[in-house]
C-alpha cells in the first residue's frame, strides 16, 4: 500500500499534528480525531514514519497500568516544515 500526501487520511493526520504541535497522540486518538479506522491510522502512522515525517516514542508504563503501552506519535522538524511548505488542502 503507498500513500501520498495528499490522500485523505494522510492529510487529516498531518493537518490534525500540525494544528497542534505540541501534543503527542496515538493510533487511537488519531482514529477517533480523524473517523479513519484504527488499521487505516496504523499503516498511515508507518508510512510517515520510515519518511521521517513523525517520529515514534514508546511510553513508559509501570507493573500497575492495566493496558499496553502506546507510541506517542509527534511531527519531527522535516514533517513540521513539509506541512507548512505544501498545501494540504488540495
Known sequence: MTYN????SVTAVL???EASTGHPYY???LADK???SKQQMISVVAYLHERGVVDKKPEFV???TNRGAR???TLTPFGLSACRLTPLST
Do not use: K, S, W
Open 5 to 8: 500526501i495528499f490522500t485523505p
Open 15 to 17: 493537518q490534525l499534528m
Open 27 to 29: 493510533v487511537n486518538e
Open 34 to 36: 480523524t473517523g479513519f
Open 62 to 64: 509501570d507493573e500497575y
Open 71 to 73: 507510541n506517542y506519535i
